[in-house]
């Protein structure tokens, strides 16, 4: 088995649900599918000081690349852009994006990339354990629980590492609801529909019947692409969510997710 599908509780497959959330009706639904960062782990602050040590250490070897970078990461002062690359975007586009700015100023592309990610790393090693800084958001737990005793089998389909969603669910004791942990460890990534296709063929059921809830446009993308039940955005601030009109709803608090 691909060492990205992690934590698969094997079963009998799951029973068949409605999930009533605002107006919108989602039937005959046998699996969810959730995003981690921004929708399952509070992470926006994390981030936006990683990109930030990050910019800051590649800025030490090619001066003057510190704020084009942080630009291209997706993030201003204390804004994090949710649609953004460092939001969105996995560890491996993140390198190459920023290494392009790198091969700008002259440096051949092996040397550019040699020298972001010898930057990530420090700028990794700088930090401590993100789950223990991406805490799990408000509501979440109480989601979790209510679908895992409806029959419901659940996912995550991550940008982040495998590693560091597996991290998350044991830092937030989630493993009795979860069936999959997967992330991105290699070049197959949202919002690519076959990530979805190999989660659901894990989880043994399809597309069709599983719901996606995530962030952003990738997972808009993704759900879409891969023809699934549907994709619920979450945003919690309402006064902006253009970025997610293709959503079939978009909704700020995990309460509005309900078994109808």
């Not at 919108?24 to 699996?31: C, D, E, S, V, Y």
């Not at 223990?132 to 389909?157: F, K, M, Y």
């Not at 529909?193 to 996606?212: H, I, R, W, Y």
Request: aromatic share 6%; charged share 20%; with cysteine.
């Amino acid at each position: 088995m691909n060492s990205r599908l992690l934590a698969l509780k094997c079963g009998e497959g799951s029973f068949v649900v409605t999930i009533r959330c605002n107006e919108i009706l989602f039937q005959n639904i046998q699996a969810i599918a959730f995003d981690k960062d921004g929708t399952l782990a509070d992470s926006a602050t994390f981030l936006r000081t990683l990109a930030q040590r990050r910019s800051r250490l590649v800025d030490a070897q090619i001066p003057g690349v510190q704020e084009p970078l942080l630009l291209a990461f997706g993030v201003d002062r204390q804004w994090l852009n949710p649609a953004g690359l460092m939001a969105v975007g996995t560890r491996r586009e993140n390198e190459i994006a920023a290494a392009a700015y790198v091969a700008e100023t002259g440096r051949d592309w092996l040397g550019a990339l040699k020298l972001v990610e010898k930057a990530f790393v420090q700028a990794d090693a700088s930090m401590t354990r993100k789950a223990d800084h991406t805490p799990l958001v408000e509501g979440a737990l109480s989601l979790l629980q209510r679908l895992s005793s409806a029959g419901v089998r659940l996912g995550i389909l991550s940008s982040d590492t495998t590693a560091n969603v597996q991290d998350f669910v044991q830092r937030y004791e989630l493993e009795p609801y979860f069936q999959l942990q997967m992330g991105t460890d290699g070049t197959l990534a949202k919002p690519d529909p076959k990530v979805l296709e190999q989660a659901c063929a894990c989880l043994g059921v399809s597309p069709q019947q599983t719901l996606v809830v995530g962030d952003s446009p990738v997972d808009i993308e993704l759900a879409q692409a891969a023809i699934a039940a549907g994709c619920i955005a979450v945003h919690r601030e309402l006064d902006n969510t253009s970025h997610l009109s293709k959503a079939d709803v978009v909704i700020q608090h995990f309460d509005q997710i309900q078994l109808g």
